[in-house]
């Protein structure tokens, strides 16, 4: 077990699931939907690693949502750094940023080399922000 776990909200959980599935190739471990379709829990594996999302409430509205309706996180969002996000070590950094651009996530930046690894950051299908960094061979 991880000592952290991230805990990231969706409005469509089910939906957010089959796109990282597909974008990012996490795996999905536990879906358990309430009575309304809403996503009551779910997680997802990657690598070693693992996330738990859910739809918390009908009135949750996701950070890309969020930008439309609120100049403040608008203005803040205009930086392609990661603002309230996640960190998530791969092996092959190259392949993942194929795959997560083929997917259709807005790449916030190219890959980079440089300390302390080569990295990418992107922004999923709700506008949460995620930043993939290649893992150093042992």
């Known amino acids: ?13 089910p939906a957010a699931m089959d796109w990282l599935a597909k974008a990012f190739g996490f795996t999905e471990v536990r879906r358990m939907l309430a009575e309304d379709g809403r996503l009551a829990h779910g997680e997802m594996e990657t690598g070693s690693g693992l996330i738990m999302m859910a739809t918390p ?3 949750y509205e996701n950070p890309k949502n ?26 092959d950094i190259n392949d993942h940023f194929a795959q997560a651009r083929k997917s259709g996530a807005n790449i ?11 990295r990418y950051r992107v922004e999923d299908i709700e506008g949460h922000r995620w930043m993939f960094m290649e893992m150093e061979a042992e």
Not at 108 to 118: F, H, R
């Open 108 to 118: 916030l930046s190219e890959l980079e080399d440089g300390p302390p690894a080569k």
């Open 66 to 91: 969020h930008r439309e309706n609120c100049v403040a996180a608008k203005q803040w969002s205009t930086v392609p750094w990661v603002i309230d996000g996640v960190l998530v070590f791969v092996s």
């Open 1 to 13: 077990m991880n000592g952290v776990i991230p805990m990231i909200s969706y409005e469509d959980g």
């Open 57 to 59: 409430t009908v009135d």
